[in-house]
T-cell receptor, first 116, second 111 residues
Framework: GAVVSQHPSWVICKSGTSVKIECRSLDFQATTMFWYRQFPKQSLMLMATSNEGSKATYEQGVEKDKFLINHASLTLSTLTVTSAHPEDSSFYIC????????????FGPGTRLTVT | QKEVEQDPGPLSVPEGAIVSLNCTYSNSAFQYFMWYRQYSRKGPELLMYTYSSGNKEDGRFTAQVDKSSKYISLFIRDSQPSDSATYLCAILNTGGFKTIFGAGTRLFVKA
């Protein structure tokens, strides 16, 4: 149990275009989902916390107009990178916390974004 | 000072060795302590969690928490090449509900 999926697993896009990444909790409901960014050989950097039915909470320094997050249901959150630039190339990972739990997070497999 | 400090390594050990991975934290309000394993180009996988001082064992893995010293450890017995990965400690402040991750320690187990 507690499986989180992400789609796509990798994507290449051109500068100026937008890319949407989906995060789904497959066998549980997740009131809270998290979006992380990870550069090679570095740890996870929390970008935003996404709560179902409300606006996401962004970490300091993360542009909310550039990284649009929507958490429309208890099993789906999406991250849209708008007007992508090469510096947005990174590994994006989502995680989900079980509704009612306040500590365990289950991670998706990640999405590798390359902007050319 | 970072809230969670973890030596990034890399740490290289021979197969069969006992591995000790450690983190320190600064805020005594932290309550939950977790260890994640991350293989290259994959998402982190939850290995163990605990919320009290002492030891918690699961197969070859033992998590240890010393709240008085603000020190947490993960021990891996009889290490295998398949244990080669990055191990991240994670600590949760129950007040904030936000998990704080360590930098991750890269472990290499050589056959």
């Amino acid at each position: 149990g507690a499986v989180v999926s992400q789609h796509p697993s990798w994507v290449i896009c051109k500068s100026g275009t937008s890319v949407k990444i989906e995060c789904r909790s497959l066998d549980f409901q997740a009131t809270t989902m998290f979006w992380y960014r990870q550069f090679p050989k570095q740890s996870l950097m929390l970008m935003a916390t996404s709560n179902e039915g409300s606006k996401a909470t962004y970490e300091q320094g993360v542009e909310k107009d550039k990284f649009l997050i929507n958490h429309a249901s208890l099993t789906l959150s999406t991250l849209t990178v708008t007007s992508a630039h090469p510096e947005d190339s990174s590994f994006y990972i989502c995680s989900a916390r079980l509704t009612g739990q306040n500590y365990e997070q289950y991670f998706g497999p990640g999405t590798r974004l390359t902007v050319t | 000072q970072k809230e969670v400090e973890q030596d990034p390594g890399p740490l290289s050990v021979p197969e069969g060795a006992i591995v000790s991975l450690n983190c320190t934290y600064s805020n005594s309000a932290f309550q939950y302590f977790m260890w994640y394993r991350q293989y290259s180009r994959k998402g982190p996988e939850l290995l163990m969690y605990t919320y009290s001082s002492g030891n918690k064992e699961d197969g070859r893995f033992t998590a240890q928490v010393d709240k008085s010293s603000k020190y947490i450890s993960l021990f891996i017995r009889d290490s295998q090449p398949s244990d080669s990965a990055t191990y991240l400690c994670a600590i949760l402040n129950t007040g904030g509900f936000k998990t704080i991750f360590g930098a991750g320690t890269r472990l290499f187990v050589k056959a």
